[in-house]
Structure formats: C-alpha cells, structure tokens
C-alpha cells in the first residue's frame, strides 16, 4: 500500500482564483525516492505544505495509506508524514531540547524514549553536539537536526522543502546520500522539493518536473536529468526557464 | 471623608494662573522654534472641555443618582476605552476589536463589582460618586493592557511564522506553537502596571491619593484606598491581557490545523 498518493490535486489562494497547482498526481511507497525539481514559484514547496495541511487543497484527494488527510487527526498526519522546512529553523533551542520537544509532540513516552545520541549519527552528526545552541551550529548542521528531529518519530515519509539550498556542493551531496541511507535502512520514503540538480541525482528514485503548477515530465531521475535539449527539463537544467510568474 | 471646608476650592482667578502654565509652555515653545505649539493647543483645549464636560456630568449625575443614568456612561467609557485600545494596534487582525471590547467589558465588570462590593463595600452598586471614578481609573489601566498585548502578539506571530509553522510541523497544537508569544504578550501588557507598583511612593505620589489628599482626606486613608487601587489595577491589566490574547491568537489559526493566510 503507498504511504502517500496525490490525485487530482489543485490550489489556489482563497482571494484570487489563479491556480497555483493543478492536476498534480502521484504516488510514494514505502523507501521510494521522488523529488521535484521545477523553477522557483512553480508550486513545488505548496505541495509539500498541502500534504500536512499547513495549506488546504482546493481540488483533488491526497491520501496516506487508506485514509483521505482530511479524516486523520492533524497530530497523527504530522507525525506519519514530517515536514522538514526550508529554513533550518531550531526554535532557539539546543539540539537535545530540539530532539526532546519531537518526541513530547508526539507523544513518545517514557517506554519508547528515542535514543537521541543514536538519532544524531544517523544523520551524521558527532554526539557531542547534543547540548549545543543553535548558534553553535552551522547551517550544515542545523540542517541535520531539524532532520534528526523529524526522524524522532518514525515517519513513513520525509517531505523535505529545498534540504540543501544553504550548503555547498560537496555537503549537497552528502545530505541526498545520508537520505538515501536513511530510506534504505528505516524505509522512510523520501519527497525533496529542490533546484539542485546535483541532489536529484545522488537520491536518485524518480522525479517530477514541475513548471507554472503544473507537472510537465516526470520518470526515473537519471533519464529525467538526461533528456535531450528541446525538452523543458534539459532547458531547466540549462538555465534557459526562468521564475513562473 | 471630605467636606467643603476641607479644601480650597479653584476660582476664575486660580483657574485663569493655572492656565499661565501652558500658555507659558506654548510661548516657550513658539520662541525656541520647536514647532510644538498647534499639538501643545489642541490638547489643552481637549483637555479642557473633555474634563468640563465630565465634570458637568459627573454633578449631573452625582444629584439624580439613577442606575439607567449611570450604567450607560460605564458601557460608553468601556466603548471608548476598547477603541483607544485597537487603535494602537498596529494592523490588527480581522476580529480585533471585538475581541478587546468583549475582554475590556468582562474584565471592568468583574474588577468594578468587586471593588464596589466586596472591598469598599458601597451601599448603592449604582453609587456614581465610587462607580464611574473607580470604573475611569481601571479602564485606563485596561487601554494599556489590551493594546500593548494585542500590538505584541500581533506583531510576534507574523515575525514567526517560520517557528510557528515548524511547531505545526511536529504535530504541535497552536496554543503550543505560539506559548512563547503568548506568555510574552501578556508580560509585556504588564510591564507599565508592575513598574508603576515598584515606585509607588518613592518617585511619585499616585495621581488618586494626591487627589484625595488635596480634598482633604487623611494622607493615611488615602494611601490604604491607593494600595487597593493598584492592586484592582494590576488584576485589570493582567486579566485583560491574558483574555485578549487567549482569544486573539486564535484568530490567527484556522481550528488547530494551519495559520490563517488571510490574517499574516
């Protein structure tokens, strides 16, 4: 059974009848890889945030296993599938209160205590940093915990906005490898909105090329990358499609 | 507690010196080129003829004693000082106002009753003479406390969207979301009324007690009715800072799923 399937999917602001996302479609199972790739404004980061109801969709039926999101609580929904936001933002607490506070949200109790040290080298991150502030951290960093701290409670799926638009190419790499590990070992399915084609490529799975809200080409991530010039994608890639207006 | 004797009364003559001092202030002002004389004069002038009029009024209603004559001049003090209130608010969020003028309304009604009742125990609820001085001090406290929580929460929850959307992320209900904005807010409305408390007596003689004393009252009598006053003071700001906020918030959520669009 898929953890996550759009079907039909459309939004637009409540004031202003102007799509922002149409007819978006598509399916996520358990350890799946899928990232969208699309210009800046082409609805990639609405559908992350419609399928934890940070937005409301205006057409279509979004469901995680068997359920529509609307019939789930909004607490369980977020706890299936975890958001990890753009900004690494860690709310002015230290790594350890960030873990803590993950696990008291979603009610993991004493029996089921998260191993925080465990958690942290999963993502890659050296146990000593545990009682550090977030301004003793990089952004490298910040961006590991604020995954380490949706991985606290066992989602089916990440759904991760942009994970490496503040790091280097080398870290951007190794982000998409420590996600493709983290799908591989804990089959978490893995949804990564991004601009960097660098990123897709070590993640692999499949991809979805976005443009003015809607999906334009989708397939294997490695074919998709690879198309040939007249393609939207490859002019995409080549710089050539600029922000949706 | 006072008499006519008790005190000097303010003829033409005291009236007319005491007005040398802001007509002194204007032309200090005019001379100097500071360019606050047009302000200087509009407020005296309000000032003057608001008080003037409060005080016919207030003798007006002081001989009738009548409930019907008093009740709507508290429900129009509450009205005017719940609008003072959101209109200090920067870009408020749709809802504002009512949601001040409901918690302003509930929290005059329980600090005046209790004041009046339980603490200095009027024989008529209605009695002007205690009813609108105490319900005037205590709305002026309440302005403070609505705005300034209002303005804070307002202001925190649209520079935190980011944080707040994080918390909703991870499953967190709104109120948790916005705790630390919350609690904040609500400090903030009491900042003035804590600090007014802290140097009572020290830097200055509290406005109520000079008052008393200048009618005549003993300097004694007066400070205990003060002690009593700040404490109806602090209880209005804090109680209508927490309402305001406990409700205003909300308007920024729709139910406990996602924040309001329409409100950032």
């Known amino acids: 059974m898929s953890c996550l399937s759009l079907q039909g999917v459309g939004f637009h602001f409540p004031d202003d009848d102007r799509p922002i996302l149409k007819d978006i479609g598509f399916e996520l199972c358990e350890g799946d890889r899928l990232t969208l790739l699309g210009p800046s404004g082409s609805g990639k980061s609405t559908i992350l945030r419609l399928i934890v109801r940070l937005d409301e969709a205006t057409e279509g039926t979004i469901r995680t296993g068997d359920q529509s999101i609307d019939d789930l609580p909004v607490g369980e929904l977020r706890q299936r599938l975890a958001l990890v936001p753009q900004e690494p933002t860690l709310l002015g607490l230290s790594v350890r209160e960030n873990l803590e506070l993950a696990a008291e949200l979603h009610d993991i109790g004493d029996g089921d205590t998260p191993d925080l040290e465990g958690l942290l080298q999963q993502v890659d991150l050296a146990p000593d940093i545990i009682d550090r502030g977030p301004r003793e951290l990089s952004v490298g960093q910040k961006q590991r915990v604020t995954l380490a701290r949706a991985l606290v409670a066992r989602p089916t799926a990440l759904l991760l906005d942009e994970p490496t638009s503040a790091l280097d190419p080398g870290s951007q790499a190794s982000v998409a490898e420590l996600l493709d590990r983290v799908a591989d070992e804990t089959g978490t399915a893995v949804l990564a909105v991004t601009h960097s084609p660098e990123f897709a490529r070590t993640l692999g799975g499949r991809g979805i090329f976005l443009r003015q809200g809607r999906i334009e080409d989708c397939g294997d991530m490695d074919e998709l990358l690879d198309r040939d010039g007249g393609s939207p994608i490859r002019r995409f890639l080549n710089g050539e499609l600029r922000e949706s207006s | ?264």
């Open chain 2, 1 to 264: 507690m006072q008499d006519a004797a008790s005190y000097i009364q303010l003829d033409w003559a005291s009236m007319t010196a005491g007005a040398a001092l802001i007509v002194l202030t204007i032309g200090i002002s005019f001379w100097r080129g500071l360019g606050e004389e047009k302000d200087l004069t509009i407020a005296a002038i309000r000032c003057t003829v608001q008080l003037l009029v409060m005080g016919l009024v207030l003798r007006y209603l002081f001989d009738l004693e009548e409930w019907y004559l008093v009740l709507p001049l508290v429900l129009l003090m509450i009205a005017i000082a719940s609008w003072e209130s959101y209109q200090r608010v920067k870009k408020p969020v749709r809802g504002t106002l009512w949601v001040i003028g409901v918690c302003v309304f509930i929290a005059t009604g329980l600090s005046v009753s209790y004041l009046t009742q339980v603490v200095i125990r009027v024989e008529t609820w209605y009695d002007p003479q205690y009813l609108i001085p105490l319900a005037g001090m205590i709305l002026g406290q309440a302005v403070n406390g609505a705005a300034i929580s209002a303005e804070r929460l307002t202001g925190a929850i649209r520079d935190n969207v980011g944080d707040i959307e994080a918390y909703l992320a991870m499953g967190a209900p709104p109120r948790r979301a916005c705790r630390k904005h919350l609690r904040d807010a609500v400090h903030a409305g009491l900042i003035p009324t804590v600090s007014a408390m802290m140097v009572a007596g020290i830097v200055k003689l509290p406005g109520m007690m000079t008052g008393q004393i200048l009618a005549g009252a003993d300097p004694f009598d007066a400070t205990l009715y003060q002690i009593v006053i700040y404490f109806a003071l602090t209880f209005m700001a804090g109680i209508t800072a927490m309402m305001v906020v406990e409700i205003l918030y909300r308007r920024f959520f729709v139910g406990d799923i996602r924040l309001r669009r329409e409100a950032l």
